[in-house]
């Protein structure tokens, strides 16, 4: 199979750079060439040591009000389509991937204009904005969740693939569930997503400092949280004397993930999917004002599988969680139940069926290639590599 040249396009979030991250490590490795398109914001986010190279592209929101700021996100659009095309020329793409999020938007109308191969990735339950204003100049939809909202009978160009992880996710997937023994710490990981979240510093420190101090001796707390709500978490958490390990970022997430008997978090499609692949039992606070309300979508996916549990963000106080804490941290079978369902729930092999067909696909092939790959490699992706027991 020859190789091919693939831009990856991604807006500037966890959400949508770590998918294209986990797609870009397959691509490379069956010799393909890549180049990812963001913003500035996705710089930091990007493995250090990489075999593709990353260009920004500028981009900002329609969603201001008022003319002003609509017309400037007009000419910066306008900037980014010139400067997409200008990298596509010099690259040589033959086929652009888009991930979502406005930083997508000038790259993917690029690839159009230059006739290019379009293929959207959606990671989430719900289709997002951007894939949405872009799916009809796309040639293939790839989704994450069947069935995903927003796609209608007329969007037969779409595929379930799943959501493609990071090889240090897939890698994780191997170690079993800690066991918890009567000397054994309860690690719990604390994590809101790439830029944190306020309402996890506000309200899980007070929930867990109210659970009974015999059961609260034995936690250990690892949470990431946003640089303004840095000192005060760490001081709750001191005065408590409880020990934890606090941070505005974990470089070493998956191993933090991978060492952990519980997750408290938000349900961005990413974490939803990394959770699942490494198989560990989470409890979702999704985000009120996600867009279609598609991070309570998103959980409600792995809560159906009987991997996670989730609250209203309105509706929660500290004393109703901690109470739901007392009751999951004291049934550790429960905990083992729910960390097999999670892994179960994961699609470990998503980066993978996506190369499959990015590799495959011509404009010549892509029907046939889409009928194929909604036979047998979405049966693999949901097929995975499923444990019979729990681990």
Same mark, same amino acid.
């Given at each position: ?31 393909? +060439?890549?180049?990812? &398109? ?67 938007? #000038? ?22 904005? #951007? ?6 100049? #796309? ?13 209608? =009978? ?15 996710? $897939? ?11 009567? =000397? ?16 996890? +510093? ?6 867990? &400092? ?30 408590? $004397? ?49 867009? =279609?309300?598609?991070? $309570? ?83 693999? $992706? ?10």
């Amino acid at each position: 199979m020859s190789a091919v040249r693939v831009i990856l396009a991604a807006g500037g979030t966890g959400g949508h750079v770590f998918p294209a991250i986990g797609l870009a490590e397959a691509l490379s490795k069956r010799g393909h +060439s890549v180049l990812c &398109l963001t913003d500035t914001r996705a710089i930091d986010l990007q493995p250090s040591v990489r075999s593709w190279d990353v260009k920004c592209i500028p981009a900002i929101s329609f969603s201001g009000r008022g003319i002003r700021p609509k017309t400037r996100a007009f000419w910066t659009l306008i900037k980014g389509i010139f400067l997409s095309r200008y990298f596509m020329k010099k690259f040589d793409a033959e086929i652009v991937v888009g991930f979502g999020g406005y930083p997508t938007v #000038a790259p993917i109308i690029a690839a159009f204009i230059s006739r290019s191969i379009v293929i959207l990735h959606e990671q989430n339950a719900v289709l997002g904005r #951007a894939n949405r204003w872009l799916s009809s100049i #796309a040639h293939i939809i790839a989704t994450s969740f069947e069935p995903t909202k927003g796609l209608n =009978d007329e969007h037969c160009k779409t595929v379930l693939v799943g959501n493609p992880v990071r090889n240090e996710m $897939k890698k994780a997937r191997s170690s079993p569930y800690p066991i918890i023994k009567a =000397d054994t710490k309860i690690n719990i990981l604390v994590i809101g997503g790439s830029a944190g979240a306020k309402i996890l +510093s506000d309200t899980v420190p007070k929930a867990l &400092l109210l659970l009974p101090t015999s059961l609260r001796k034995n936690l250990s707390i690892t949470q990431q949280c946003r640089k303004e709500d840095l000192s005060r978490v760490v001081a709750i958490y001191k005065t408590a $004397k409880q020990k934890s390990n606090i941070k505005t970022f974990f470089n070493d997430i998956s191993e933090k993930i991978k060492n952990s008997h519980l997750v408290i978090s938000r349900s961005g499609a990413s974490t939803v999917a990394e959770l699942s692949v490494i198989g560990r039992p989470a409890i979702f606070i999704p985000y009120q004002f996600a867009i =279609d309300n598609h991070q $309570k979508i998103n959980a409600d996916a792995m809560v159906k599988s009987g991997g996670a549990w989730s609250f209203d963000e309105n509706n929660l106080q500290p004393k109703a969680l901690a109470n739901f804490l007392e009751e999951i941290l004291t049934d550790h079978e429960k905990l083992r139940s729910a960390a097999y369902a999670s892994r179960n729930f994961g699609t470990p092999k998503s980066s993978e069926v996506l190369a499959d067909l990015i590799s495959q696909v011509t404009k010549a092939n892509i029907s046939e290639l889409k009928s194929k790959f909604k036979q047998t490699n979405t049966a693999q $992706k949901m097929g995975g590599d499923y444990e019979k027991t729990p681990n």
